[in-house]
């Protein structure tokens, strides 16, 4: 009998054992979660969001255990393509993805702060620190994604500055005249002091075919983007101007899944973002010279423009960041706050603008 009584004990604490951890296991929940993003997976900032961003979302979910997410990725036009990102994330299409800000002008000014501030820094890391300082304290960037459904997690610098490539050699400012040029949004205005030259708006994965078809005689990109899309093929000289760093991407969840998820998850992944803001800014740093010296090897030329001649194209421009802060201003938005303040952290981290934008506020 009390061998039978020890049979019934024992059978009885594993079934016992066996419904913990069976109530454990089902006590995880599962998110499925859809992140997009219209350029390939090629990208360096949407090879690192696969790569960096997910699995740091899930590493720190798993400290816990009660949430896991299901991942469903789908980029290079999968779902949508680079200037759909943000009206894909509004309707839904994704949950989370990247936004290609530069494209969204008018429903998301204030993001150009760093766009409209050019030849100040030409340092990822502390431009896209910056730029989340700002969003951090003025609502402006916040109310602007809020209106297209959307909720702000961080922004992200993916290039260490602009500049200029072209078909035939580019020595001075001089030899930007008269020259068609790509850029994507803001930087198109940095031409506007340049006798002829004329800006056509075109996306990073264009550039190529715009340059190779006469579309355009040069084009604003970065020595890494440069490398991956074969720039040097079809372009072979790199003016190194300089132009400066500048904020392009922004991650944001939809507004509507945002309300849903559990506190927990959203404190990860408010969390997530600020590391992968940094991760890819360091990316953009530390790929800088390596980049640059592939499109050399690649049979790209690079004349570097003297100080002179880059002050004298700072100066040749309107002040497009006064404009752009006058024009946020109108709105009943702090855009003049917004420029000193973004000028005063550049200041504070080193930096001395060629031109000082905020300083011709009136």
């Known amino acids: 009998m009390k061998f039978t009584r020890r049979i019934a004990l ?64 789908a980029y290079g036009g999968q779902i949508v393509k680079p200037r759909g990102v943000l009206e894909g994330i509004k309707l839904g299409l994704g949950d989370i993805g990247i ?52 909720v702000y997690l961080a922004t992200g610098v993916v290039l260490d500055t602009y500049q200029m490539f072209s078909k035939t050699p580019i020595n001075s400012l001089a030899d930007l005249e008269g020259q068609k040029v790509a850029g994507a949004g803001y930087n198109l205005r940095y031409l506007e002091g ?10 990073l994965p264009n550039f190529y075919n715009m340059i190779q078809t006469g579309v355009v005689d040069a084009a604003m990109l970065w020595p890494e983007a440069a490398k991956t899309f074969k720039i040097a093929e079809v372009a072979p000289y790199m003016l190194k101007a300089d132009l400066g760093a500048v904020n392009s991407k922004t991650v944001t969840v939809n507004a509507d899944y945002w309300a849903g998820l559990p506190d927990e998850v959203k404190g990860v992944l408010q969390t997530v973002a600020v590391e992968y803001r940094d991760h890819v800014a360091s990316i953009a740093m530390d790929r800088a010279d390596a980049s640059l010296k592939a499109y050399v090897d690649g049979g790209g030329t690079v004349v570097e423009m003297t100080a002179d ?42 930096f001395s603008p060629l031109r000082d934008w905020a300083a011709e506020l009136n």
């Not at 910056?130 to 297209?148: C, R, S, T, W, Y």
């Not at 194209?313 to 404009?323: F, G, H, K, Y």
């Not at 752009?324 to 000193?340: E, F, H, I, N, R």
């Not at 000028?343 to 080193?350: I, Q, R, S, T």
Request: net charge negative.
């Open 10 to 73: 024992a059978t009885s604490m594993a079934l016992g054992l066996t419904t913990a951890l069976s109530g454990a296991a089902s006590a995880q929940e599962m998110i499925d979660m859809t992140a997009i993003d219209g350029y390939p997976d090629r990208s360096m900032w949407v090879k690192e969001f696969s790569g960096f961003f997910i699995p740091r979302v899930n590493e720190e979910l798993e400290k816990s255990g009660n949430y896991k997410i299901n991942w469903q990725e």
């Open 99 to 150: 936004v290609t800000t530069i494209f969204h002008s008018s429903a998301l000014p204030s993001q150009g702060i760093s766009a409209v501030t050019p030849f100040i820094a030409a340092d990822a890391r502390v431009v896209a620190k910056a730029v989340d300082e700002i969003a951090k304290e003025f609502p402006q960037m916040n109310a602007e994604l809020a209106a297209e459904n959307q």
């Open 194 to 203: 340049i006798k002829g030259a004329a800006g056509v708006r075109g996306g």
């Open 309 to 350: 001649e880059r002050q004298a194209w700072a100066d040749s421009m309107p002040n497009i960041a006064v404009d752009w802060a006058k024009k946020l201003d109108s709105t009943g938005a702090p855009g003049s706050a917004m420029l000193v303040a973004y000028m005063d952290k550049l200041k504070a981290a080193g």
